[in-house]
């Protein structure tokens, strides 16, 4: 029960930084590694994406009816984004997701110079696409951040934030909207397989959800309330997070941590093909 309750506050937190600009992952897969040390690695996994997918769909929801969604270039984005997540999900049995970390770190940190130097960046809602390019590029980016997301996963949100920015032209709360929408597909399309497999620990997993979805309703009315000043100044305070623990992990002692983790999941994947 202990155990249980300290979940469920990580959840909290997972879903509130989630909502706002992703990340939550960050928080909640270390937090499930530690708890249930007895659990296999795809009921940790199975068990997270039930709890992630809960606070994901409760703060999409929420943004759905406050910021105007374009689904034109959004839903064929989160279509393709459901394939290839369980795309990316396979080719673990036949890639090293460990070859990704340098250049997943050198992606992040230009992120980060960019937003930070970019003082305008993300603070206006000017859409710079026509459609039939809206829906092109939600088609190609779709699948690549679909295919990582489910090949490897840390720090889906910020990219697709920033993507969603960058390229398209939105605010940063349209953009935090538009990722939630691409979110919850990959999520889905992650959860229904580990379902099938019987690999979630609903009596972990429920209250984790409840507590998701609670922060993530907190999350979501906070950045809506607070503007796109607090959402920009969150983002940069989370990717910075994420470069250090990719840092960590790549460079640092942690490495070795985090390559036996991900050794186990294509393990696991190939037994199971």
Wanted: hydrophobic share 55%; with cysteine.
């Amino acid at each position: 029960m202990d155990n249980i309750l300290y979940l469920c506050f990580f959840a909290f937190m997972a879903g509130f930084i989630d909502s706002v600009v992703g990340g939550g992952g960050l928080i909640q897969l270390p937090a499930l590694l530690i708890f249930l040390p007895g659990a296999s690695l795809p009921t940790i996994f199975g068990t997270g994406k039930f709890a992630g997918i809960a606070g994901t769909t409760a703060a999409m929801i929420r943004y759905v009816r406050t910021v105007k969604i374009n689904y034109l270039a959004i839903l064929p984005a989160a279509g393709a984004a459901f394939v290839f997540s369980f795309l990316g999900a396979r080719a673990l049995s036949h890639l090293d997701a460990d070859l990704l970390k340098p250049l997943i770190l050198l992606l992040l940190i230009l992120v980060a110079v960019y937003t930070f130097t970019k003082k305008d960046f993300g603070s206006l809602h000017a859409p710079k696409l026509t459609a039939s390019k809206e829906r092109l590029y939600g088609l190609l980016i779709g699948a690549t951040i679909g295919f990582y997301d489910g090949f490897f996963g840390p720090g889906t949100g910020s990219f697709l934030i920033f993507i969603f920015i960058g390229i398209f032209g939105f605010n940063f709360l349209a953009a935090s909207a538009a990722a939630k929408v691409v979110n919850v597909a990959t999520n889905l399309s992650a959860l229904l397989y580990f379902g099938y497999k019987g690999y979630i620990m609903y009596e972990v997993a429920i209250p984790m959800a409840v507590c998701s979805i609670i922060g993530s309703q907190l999350g979501t009315r906070t950045a809506l309330k607070r503007g796109v000043g607090f959402v920009r100044v969150l983002f940069l305070v989370v990717v910075s997070g994420i470069i250090l623990k990719f840092a960590y992990d790549t460079y640092g002692t942690g490495g070795s941590d985090f390559t036996k983790l991900a050794t186990s999941v294509q393990a696991w994947f190939g037994r199971k093909g």
